[in-house]
Each structure stands twice: as structure tokens, then as C-alpha cells.
């Protein structure tokens, strides 16, 4: 688009969206509105769940949607830091080195399985999802914009993974699970698919100068500040808590904060409210919290204590 499109107009950029992707996965509305929730706020998306249910579908889907390069890199044991972020090579024709870009250099990175790759593998994405860049043989190489990284695990199996450290977690904005559909839904995606895919037919909405203007208007929703106090009380309320080991951090809250602003600019509102707050608690905050021991072996989970803190929590008027 050659002119920054209006609030309204992303607005219903953003209902297009919606429903191009609904199409593509039906029946997982929660899931498309927090991916549409982090890629807005211009944070990174964990999507955790068990093969098969469309993790990797709907990122296909999302980076078409705005007709950006999406890099889908499948994450394996033996993966070296150089597979992703690129490395000097030599050119035979006049023996110098050259930096050939790795598949990090891109609008949207898709990081499959990304629990199977090496710690070291893992950590050389902390700088790009952190500030934008890929630090190569001293040279700081800034990645295109939008970038974000859109990272799946399956959270059951456990042979051959290697855990996301705590830092690296606490750098994706929001974890979600997709989940199985209901039968009915199913049944539709069973005769949707009996010919051909369809994101094979899924055609841009926008571009990705609209995806940065989407993301400059989320910053300008208003939060009041008997808002904010809450959305912090919640957010301080998981330092305290005597089941929780690990609280959530300060980037946990600035992470929140923007998360609650792109949840109601696709709501339609020009504010923040506190339902915001409470749908989005778990999504954000339940991957940086740890649980201590007696707690994990009790069978809680951080979910259920996020929603526990967030009804103790006293609501604004």
C-alpha cells in the first residue's frame, strides 16, 4: 500500500484476516485471535501443542496473509547456529570470503520443533527476537521489519528435546495450544481438504507495510491507569505467590501491557479494559512463571495458578 492506511481501514484489515484464517483452520478461533494478538503487538509466538492439530498451518497461513517472506527452518539435533543465522563462505572465483544469509533473514522465522535443536542452537536466536539482529563475526546485521519469530513444540514428548531455557522463553510474548476440533468442524476440514489445500488458495490482505502500520496503531490504544495498576498487580502477584519459584518479569509486564492493547484494537476498541487483562493472563504469563516442587508434583499447573491470581486479584471500576 502506498499511503498509511487509516484506523478503520486496519480495522478491517484486521476482520479479513480473522476470517481468511478461520478458513484455513476452522473451529480455533481463541487460537487465530492470540496468534493475530502477538504477530500485532510485534512479539514473538510459542505454539504448543501435539502434532497434527495445524500448528504449522496457521503460520503458513498467517505470513501469506500479509504476503511476507516466511523461512520455515526445522529444528533438529544436529542444527548448527551457522544453519540459521549464516556464515562467511569462500567464493573460489577470487578467493574471498562472502557472508551468505542465513534463513533468519526474513519476515517471519518458523521455527518447527524448536525444543529438538541444541541449547547453543537455540540461544542464537536470543539476539534476533530480542533486538531485530543477527551478530555475525562481529558484524551486526539488522533483520528485515516486520521480523517475528513463530516457534512450535510439541510439549508432550520428551525424547531427543531439549527444554527452552527461561531466557528464551521469556521472549516470546504469548504461548497458545491450537487443540483438537469438535467433530463437526472435523467433518468440514475432512471435505475442505478432499481435493486440494486450501491455503493453496489463500490470497494476501495486506502487506507488510500494513502489518507495521497495524503495529504502530496498537501502541496508540489507550490504557488508563487504573487499568495498568491492575494489569501490575496481577503481573506482581506471581513474585509473591508461595507455589511459584520464578515470578513473572519486567518484560512480562511491558509484554502484557502491549498484548492488552492489541487485544482490543482487534476487539474494535480504542481501549484497554480489564477483560483484556484477564483473558491474556495465562497466555503471557503462565510460560515465565516456574512452579516450585511440591507444586509440580501435586499435579497444579501454571495455568490454573495464573487464574487463581487473577480472581484474587480486585478488579477496577
Do not use: W
Not at 6 to 19: F, Q
Not at 234 to 239: K, L, S
Not at 303 to 308: K, N, S, T
Request: charged share 20%; glycine share 6%.
Amino acid at each position: 500500500m502506498s499511503e498509511t492506511p487509516e484506523i478503520t481501514d486496519l480495522r478491517g484489515v484486521v476482520a479479513v484476516l480473522r476470517e481468511r484464517l478461520a478458513s484455513v483452520l476452522s473451529g480455533r478461533p481463541e487460537a487465530i485471535e492470540l496468534l493475530l494478538v502477538g504477530v500485532l503487538s510485534g512479539g514473538h509466538v510459542l505454539i504448543e501443542d501435539v502434532p497434527g492439530v495445524g500448528k504449522t498451518t496457521l503460520a503458513r497461513a498467517l505470513a501469506r496473509c500479509f504476503n511476507v517472506t516466511c523461512t520455515r527452518v526445522q529444528f533438529t539435533p544436529d542444527l548448527l547456529p551457522s544453519d540459521i543465522l549464516g556464515a562467511q563462505m569462500l567464493d573460489p572465483r577470487d578467493g574471498s570470503f562472502r557472508f551468505h544469509r542465513g534463513p533468519i533473514f526474513t519476515h517471519v522465522l518458523l521455527a518447527d520443533e524448536i525444543n529438538r535443536a541444541s541449547p547453543r542452537t537455540q540461544s542464537a536466536l536470543l539476539e534476533a527476537m530480542n533486538e531485530s539482529s543477527a551478530t555475525i563475526d562481529g558484524t551486526t546485521h539488522q533483520l528485515p521489519r516486520p521480523f517475528f519469530v513463530l516457534a512450535t513444540q510439541n510439549p508432550i514428548e520428551s525424547q531427543g528435546t531439549f527444554p527452552l531455557p527461561d531466557a528464551q522463553l521469556d521472549r516470546f510474548m504469548l504461548r497458545l495450544s491450537v487443540g483438537y476440533p469438535s467433530a463437526d468442524h472435523e467433518l468440514a476440514m475432512l471435505y475442505a481438504r478432499q481435493r486440494r489445500d486450501p491455503l493453496d488458495d489463500l490470497r494476501p490482505v495486506a502487506d507488510d507495510a500494513t502489518l507495521l502500520a497495524l503495529q504502530a496503531a496498537v501502541q496508540e490504544v489507550l490504557v488508563r491507569e487504573p487499568v495498568a495498576r491492575y494489569l501490575l498487580r496481577v503481573t506482581a502477584a506471581t513474585r509473591d505467590h508461595a507455589d511459584l519459584a520464578l515470578g513473572a518479569s519486567p518484560r512480562g509486564a511491558l509484554s502484557f501491557f502491549r498484548a492488552c492493547q492489541a487485544r482490543a484494537l482487534i476487539a474494535g476498541r480504542d481501549h484497554v479494559t480489564p477483560d483484556d487483562v484477564q483473558a491474556l493472563a495465562a497466555p503471557v504469563l503462565a510460560h515465565r512463571v516456574m512452579l516450585t516442587p511440591q507444586s509440580r508434583y501435586g499435579g497444579t499447573s501454571p495455568e490454573r495458578l495464573i487464574a487463581a491470581i487473577v480472581k484474587s486479584v480486585e478488579v477496577p471500576v
